[in-house]
């Protein structure tokens, strides 16, 4: 059982908007900055955005991250077909001392 | 460019232990702390614990304390995680990345590279 929530999936058709939910607590989200990985089917991890909203270079701007209160989004807009892959989101938690995760959303490209 | 390369797969027997390598290359190994994560099989990612490469310090998830072991060779860049009294529910791909932060109004932490991951399965 993940200490953050995620939506199991996702779907959207080639060049629409999609969002990915994630849910926290004060302890996580609440009080600390939320990353998002692309994990493509078989490949390790790949930081996607990181500080909450802040893209890697090299990252398209097609992606796009927030945070409010205990909870945190990343939208993806212009869908593509190798946008196909597993999404977590991350925290720092005060009480573990240490990162935890989402569970994961499998996002389908239709 | 910057990366991590992880040693191959290994299969072990429930009791064992195993060793995986995490090579560092393409920046100064000793200025930024190396952390474990594992995903077992259709699982999210679960976080295991850091090293600093520099000091050797060491920081475990309270799950794992006294089963796993970090240690690093900085003459040749790596680093290490040994996991103890394997069991079947270990079998996952376990991977190790370097943590980056930045400080300002809040500590902004995350994780990049990661290795490609090294399958570790526990059966008798």
């Known amino acids: 059982q993940s200490v953050l929530t995620q939506p199991p999936s996702a779907s959207g058709t080639p060049g629409q908007r999609v969002t990915i939910s994630c849910s926290g607590s004060?302890?996580?989200?609440?009080?600390?900055?939320v990353n998002w990985y692309q994990q493509l089917p078989g490949t390790a991890p790949k930081l996607l955005i990181y500080?909450?909203?802040q893209r890697p270079s090299g990252v398209p701007d097609r992606f796009s991250g927030s945070k409010s209160g205990t909870s945190a989004s990343l939208a993806i807009s212009g869908l593509q077909s190798e946008d196909e892959a597993d999404y977590s989101c991350?925290?720092?938690?005060?009480?573990?001392?240490?990162?935890?995760f989402g569970g994961g959303t499998k996002l389908t490209v239709l | 460019q910057e990366q991590l390369v992880q040693s191959g797969a290994e299969v072990k027997k429930p009791g064992a232990s195993v060793k995986v390598s995490c090579k560092a290359s393409?920046?100064?190994?000793?200025?930024?702390?190396i952390n474990w994560v594992r995903q077992a099989p259709g699982q999210g990612l679960e976080w295991m614990g850091w090293?600093?490469?520099?000091?050797?310090?060491?920081g475990y998830a309270q799950k794992f304390q006294g089963r796993i072991t970090f240690t690093r060779n900085t003459s040749i860049n790596t680093a290490y995680m040994e996991v103890s009294s394997l069991r079947s529910e270990d079998t996952a791909v376990y991977y190790c990345?370097?943590?980056?932060?930045?400080?300002?109004?809040?500590?902004?932490?995350?994780?990049?590279?990661w290795g490609q991951g090294t399958l570790v399965t526990v059966a008798s």
């Open positions: 500080g909450n909203d």
């Open positions: 090293m600093n490469p520099n000091s050797g310090n060491t």
């Open positions: 990345a370097r943590e980056k932060f930045e400080l300002g109004a809040a500590i902004v932490r995350w994780f990049d590279p």
């Open positions: 393409g920046y100064t190994f000793t200025n930024y702390d």
């Open positions: 004060s302890s996580n989200i609440g009080r600390n900055t």
């Open positions: 991350a925290a720092w938690d005060d009480s573990l001392n240490g990162p935890v």
